[in-house]
């Protein structure tokens, strides 16, 4: 298994488990985001900051340029999809409250992420 998948999936435990655990009567379901982001621009920002986060973790470079630099990039990609970090955090909390909603994002994230790889792969 490549690095870019095992960081992709670990990435994605973190952000899942937190959500898959809690018990549903102790959580507040959030309100739906007025500037409620699909299914499908949910996982093209999630594809997005993946992919990100793999080109900068290839980067040897010094820790807080690389802090500054992932800021920028992240705001360039939800200016290019329309959206903030803002809403974008208040969308996740929305779809995490309802896990069959967030699994069908991510499935198609991962097949998404999976495919490029099969590509790069046969690349090279």
């Known amino acids: 298994m490549t690095h870019f998948i095992k960081g992709f999936l670990f990435a994605f435990l973190l952000l899942v488990l937190p959500a898959a655990c809690t018990q549903k009567s102790n959580v507040a379901v959030p309100a739906r985001p007025e500037h409620l982001l699909s299914q499908e621009q949910m996982a093209g920002l999630i594809i997005r900051m993946q992919l990100l986060e793999a080109t900068v973790n290839l980067k040897n470079t010094q820790r807080q340029t690389l802090q500054k630099k992932d800021s920028l990039r992240y705001g360039n990609i ?33 097949a998404e992420l999976t495919r490029r790889q099969a590509e790069e792969d046969r690349k090279k």
Not at 87 to 94: A, L, S, T, V, W
């Open 78 to 110: 939800f200016r290019e999809c329309g959206s903030s970090y803002d809403n974008f955090q208040e969308n996740f909390k929305y779809y995490a409250s309802q896990p069959d909603q967030l699994n069908k994002i991510y499935d198609r994230a991962i």
